[in-house]
């Protein structure tokens, strides 16, 4: 059984000027979500700005995030580190607080090899009972995770149950899919290809975009699930513009802007991430106006 099908929103973290996470913003973007037909929300990813909170905000943010939802919809810890110790760690917290999964990014910075790759996730694994997700996003980590490696962990381990995968590769995930055996639950990482990894078996998303465009997102991949391919295919093309402007400077910085632009109040971002520049603005205010957003 999947943990969610359809489109998990990697929620942003709000922040106060201060810098300090912002609670209560948190909690109405949560409750924003729910409203508006997200099918799970993942925490403290990359998009929620894991990597410079620290250890005790990142479980507090979990812990807060889980007691909010109150299981009205799954939710999906990030849980990961270039550090397996302390991989093991945040997943074991995580854990005790109710999560519905966990999702372990690839080791960044360190370059481990395909066998250590193994052995990093393995070992999480077998920390926690929760099912977890892989996440693959070589762009950003500077480490690619095979399709063997991929199939062999979620066939090996009993609670490594599939991918969000973002390398934009889709070659490589036609041949971990291929390799698959239907073992392997599929998640797209990239809003841009929602639709071409789930004509590959795809299950989902796990979205930047359903920060500011719940619904809309969850009907990209209800559309696809329901058999109308078709009309899946024109909500995704209807929202390449938006998805574009939402990455024309690194994530998490023009979804912050978009939420503000929206009046939803996600706050300034943590150095070394900066507010968006001045001359991109105007790009992400047309795509969002041409989305109906604002």
Aim: include cysteine; glycine fraction near 8%.
């Amino acid at each position: 059984m999947a943990i969610f099908k359809g489109a998990g929103v990697a929620i942003v973290t709000p922040m106060k000027a201060n810098g300090d996470v912002n609670f209560e913003k948190f909690q109405e973007l949560i409750e924003f979500q729910i409203k508006e037909g997200v099918d799970c929300i993942v925490v403290c990813g990359t998009t929620g700005e894991a990597s410079t909170l620290t250890h005790e905000e990142h479980l507090e943010t979990i812990k807060f995030c889980v007691d909010v939802v109150a299981g009205r919809v799954p939710v999906i810890a990030g849980s990961g580190s270039n550090c397996t110790e302390t991989a093991i760690y945040l997943s074991t917290e995580a854990e005790k607080y109710g999560v519905d999964g966990l999702l372990l990014v690839t080791p960044y910075y360190n370059k481990a090899t395909q066998n250590g790759l193994y052995k990093h996730f393995k070992a999480i694994a077998d920390s926690v009972k929760v099912p977890i997700l892989l996440y693959n996003v070589p762009g950003r980590t500077g480490c690619n995770l095979a399709p063997e490696t991929i199939v062999k962990l979620c066939t090996e381990v009993d609670n490594i149950v599939g991918i969000k995968e973002a390398s934009g590769n889709i070659a490589q995930i036609a041949k971990m899919m291929a390799l698959a055996n239907g073992k392997v639950d599929l998640y797209s990482g990239n809003d841009d290809q929602i639709i071409p990894l789930m004509s590959l078996g795809g299950l989902g998303v796990i979205s930047v975009l359903a920060n500011v465009a719940p619904k809309q997102t969850h009907d990209i991949c209800q559309a696809f699930l329901d058999g109308d391919a078709m009309g899946a295919c024109k909500l995704q093309l209807e929202a390449m513009e938006l998805c574009n402007a939402l990455f024309c400077e690194v994530n998490p910085i023009p979804v912050k802007m978009a939420l503000n632009l929206m009046g939803m109040e996600a706050g300034t971002l943590r150095m070394p991430l900066t507010d968006m520049e001045e001359t991109n603005i105007p790009k992400l205010e047309k795509a969002m106006k041409n989305y109906g957003l604002i």
